[in-house]
């Protein structure tokens, strides 16, 4: 475990943030992490629309008296709003006990954010602030039939990103450092599931595979806290660490640096160690993503 239990925060009732508060911008420059500039102001009836959804799936059954309450929106405007949804299938009014609640419909408004875009979602900002500190760009991996995809990157914000393409990238599980943390991380019965899916790899490339010897590299990989992978004939040397989900390595974060420019005595204190902390704190806010309900 990288970090002790948390308990969940309290869940909050919903409110619309100030227009001066709001961090979104649709047509930013892809890299750019300044989201303190809207585009426009935002819909206010579309904001509406969403809060009041997000009341309505936070009570069992709603009543227009208690959507008042949570929401302040109007109770003219929310009737209005009820009779919208309603006619669309993401709400329906129970007769029987006079109120409101919403259909399996909703469901379909999540069905594209899961895994990955959860992940991206925790993430984002800490990778930012990663990289920010520690200039190296950082990347994010989920496994993806036998291999690790790169789902996100701070590749176009570091001032030494690499060479070549990183962001959907399939990387291997046995030699590269996000593969070896993800077989390291995983469970006993994942981890057996992919090692003979890499053996049966392996045969059919003609090529050797040692599956002792990668399970004696994993226990010690396991025992640090991270994977390596370089040498002296590497131009760069890459790390990684494991996002866990409670206890299961539901990805890894990897960063990768040039071997000359960082000494082999501060890989630990200047990345690895941040990349753990940082890890830490991804593991806490999904949890927090989680308890919300997604």
Known sequence: ML???????????????????????ANSLRGSVDEHKASYAPVESARRV??????????????????????????????????????????????????YSVTSKVVSLASGFSGAPLLI?????????????????????????????????TAPISPWSYPFPVLHRFLDLELTAMGQ?????????????????????????????????????????RKRGYARVGGP???????????LDGQRCSACMGVGFYRTAVASDRIVESVIQPMLETASAIKVDMRNLNSSGY
């Open 121 to 153: 979602e925790a993430a984002r900002s800490r990778a930012v602030a990663l990289t920010n500190d520690i200039k190296w760009p950082v990347s994010l991996g989920t496994l993806r039939d036998g291999h690790i995809l790169v789902s996100f990157t």
């Open 181 to 221: 943390c993800y077989l390291a991380f995983c469970d006993d019965e994942e981890r057996a599931l992919l090692l003979n899916a890499l053996t049966q790899q392996r045969r059919g490339q003609g090529k050797p595979f040692d599956a002792a010897r990668v399970l004696r590299d994993l226990r010690v990989t």
């Open 50 to 99: 969403l809060l009041l959804l997000q009341a309505l799936n936070a009570q069992r059954i709603a009543t227009i008296g208690s959507l008042h309450q949570v929401t302040g929106l109007s109770k003219s405007t929310i009737v209005r709003m009820l009779e919208t949804l309603i006619s669309e299938g993401y709400v329906v009014r129970d007769n029987f006990v006079g109120g």
């Open 3 to 25: 970090d002790s239990e948390l308990k969940e925060r309290p869940a909050r009732s919903p409110q619309l943030p100030k227009y001066n508060d709001l961090h979104c911008r």
């Open 233 to 243: 004939r590497r131009v760069f040397d890459f790390v990684a660490v494991p996002i």
